[in-house]
């Protein structure tokens, strides 16, 4: 069946421009995840989603940083007014729910900020 | 959630068993030990995991202390294709103060050698 999709795979912008980013988690998985990838570090949480409600956005940088979920499926993560310390690969997850599932992730969105 | 301590790096050759130890001293009773791996430019990818009993499926055998407080991830016949770094994760389950958030650490970086 298919995974989790997410676009673009990569996306290079000038700083101060805005980003989108999406995340199509696989059918029928209630929960999604977002996390950040720097270069050579592990995996930073971002924001967690259940349904379309977000329980957790303890991991957002900053207020430039926002996500939603619609329709309990596809989510977009946006970043304003982009930094160069913005640059990471951004990857996408989702799990069946939150309790304890195993979280499937995307091949993730390779962001470059000029 | 539980910190782990994994060793940054080791070799292993093509068609050896590689052991890779994970230690959670400070796991409690209701944490799960979660493996994941991630190839170089692609996201991480679900290996196995357990909570006190040995488990075991296609990918690889996991081993948990009698005290929960270490692991080890055998991968039985290691193969060029299984150089990644391997990642390390207590999970604790859904309860009105936490959600079970995945904490990725450093890992350990696998060479699998010819």
């Known amino acids: 069946g298919a995974g989790v999709s997410q676009s673009p795979s990569n996306k290079v912008t000038e700083k101060g421009k805005d980003v989108e980013l999406r995340c199509d988690p696989i059918?029928?998985?209630?929960?999604l995840y977002w996390y950040r990838q720097s270069l050579g570090q592990g995996l930073e949480f971002l924001i967690y989603?259940?349904?379309?409600?977000?329980?957790?956005k303890s991991g957002l940088p900053s207020d430039r940083f926002s996500a939603e979920r619609t329709g309990g499926s596809v989510s977009t993560l946006t970043i304003q007014r982009t930094q160069q310390e913005d640059s990471a690969v951004y990857l996408c997850?989702?799990?069946?729910?939150?309790?304890?599932?195993?979280?499937?992730f995307g091949p993730g969105t390779r962001l470059l900020v000029l | 959630d539980a910190k782990t301590t994994q060793p940054p790096s080791m070799d292993c050759a093509e068609g050896r068993a590689a052991n890779l130890p994970c230690n959670h001293s400070t796991i409690s009773g209701n944490e799960y030990v979660y493996w994941y791996r991630q190839i170089h430019s692609q996201g991480p990818q679900y290996i196995i995991h357990?909570?006190?009993n040995n488990e075991t499926n296609e990918m690889a055998s996991l081993i948990i202390t009698e005290d929960r407080k270490s692991s080890t991830l055998i991968l039985p016949h290691a193969t060029l294709r299984d150089t990644a770094v391997y990642y390390c994760i207590v999970r604790g389950i859904m309860t009105t103060d936490s959600w079970g958030k995945f904490q990725f650490g450093a890992g350990t970086q696998v060479v699998v050698t010819p």
């Open positions: 989603f259940q349904g379309n409600s977000a329980p957790d």
């Open positions: 059918s029928g998985h209630t929960a």
């Open positions: 997850a989702s799990s069946l729910s939150g309790n304890q599932e195993t979280q499937y």
């Open positions: 357990g909570l006190k």
